[in-house]
């Protein structure tokens, strides 16, 4: 029995070396391509696909705060040249009845080719975007809304209705509000009003209140702070506690050590409903 068994383990080295040996002179072409992007999970009774977009570095002089607090992030970053990456993503969630997306990426808004890949990864995961039946907006930066409209003015999701919190959209979609922002905030507002008009035009584009019923499995999380009307999405409790949307594009931002520096995830100027709060507190408090 003993011998038996050394045989085969000498059966076997033999293998693995004449393995080695042979891998080792065979040509190796290159791959070039990385997985597909996206990962599936089941979240209670809903199955919920992250959509990978993209990703890039955060850059020190976006952040708006006290200088002190900027300057010890700005450290930090140096430090670990990883600390300020980041990435972006939407989340398709399949209810059983409906198609629905939380967010959509930059498309052709935001990022060069380094975002914009969220239609790729949704093709990836099997569905086209004809199939989308609902998006649901958290905030109308063009890096979470671009991949709505191409820069010609097409809805890249023909069938799907847009929902997004009646604040977001009277702020980002008024000339007035625009007409005094200041000069860096001035793109946002041009793309913002540039991806919601086809949508509008076509009567897809709705708004909802705070404590509005818009789906049977989904309840809107307000989280005013990074933007006037910034929604999270959070599966019912009766499926499941976890919560998806809101703050998918910014994990590292999330692991800043001390919450005072959460707070500078706030990027917009000082208008009075930009009070600085962390954008994420209420999600992370439901969800920890
Ligand atoms: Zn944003």
Redesign the pocket.
């Known amino acids: 029995m003993f011998e038996k068994s050394a045989l085969a383990r000498v059966l076997l080295l033999l293998v693995v070396a004449a393995g080695v040996s042979f891998s080792a002179q065979a040509e190796q072409p290159l791959h070039k391509g990385q997985a597909p992007g996206y990962f599936r999970t089941k979240v209670g009774a809903l199955e919920v696909t992250s959509l990978y977009d993209g990703a890039g570095a955060f850059q020190v002089d976006w952040l708006k705060g006290k200088p002190a607090a900027v300057e010890e992030i700005g450290s930090a970053a140096k430090d670990n040249p990883h600390f300020l990456d980041g990435n972006e993503a939407g989340f398709l969630i399949n209810t059983g009845t409906k198609l629905v997306l939380v967010d959509v990426g930059a498309g052709p808004w935001f990022g060069g080719s380094a975002f914009g890949h969220l239609g790729e990864s949704l093709r990836q995961a099997g569905y086209k975007p004809e199939q989308i039946d609902m998006v649901l907006v ?2 109308l ?1 063009s ?2 809304v671009g991949g709505l409209t191409s820069k010609s003015g097409e809805r890249q999701f023909p069938n799907a209705q847009i929902y997004v919190a009646q604040a977001e959209s009277d702020f980002w979609l008024s000339k007035e509000t625009a007409a005094r922002a200041p000069s860096d905030a001035k793109p946002f507002f041009d793309a913002a009003q540039a991806i919601a008009a086809p949508y509008i035009k076509a009567g897809k584009w709705h708004t909802f209140q705070p404590n509005e019923k818009i789906l049977d499995a989904m309840t809107i999380v307000p989280l005013p702070a ?2 006037p009307g ?1 929604s999270g999405y959070q599966s019912n409790p009766k499926e499941t506690r976890s919560s998806s949307g809101a703050t998918p ?1 910014i994990p590292s931002m999330l692991s800043f050590p001390t919450p005072t520096w959460r707070q500078y995830l706030t ?1 917009t100027w000082k208008e009075p409903l930009h009070s600085g709060r962390s954008c994420s507190r209420p999600l992370l408090g439901r969800t920890s």
């Open positions: 958290t905030h930066h890096d979470h990074h933007t910034h594009s990027l």
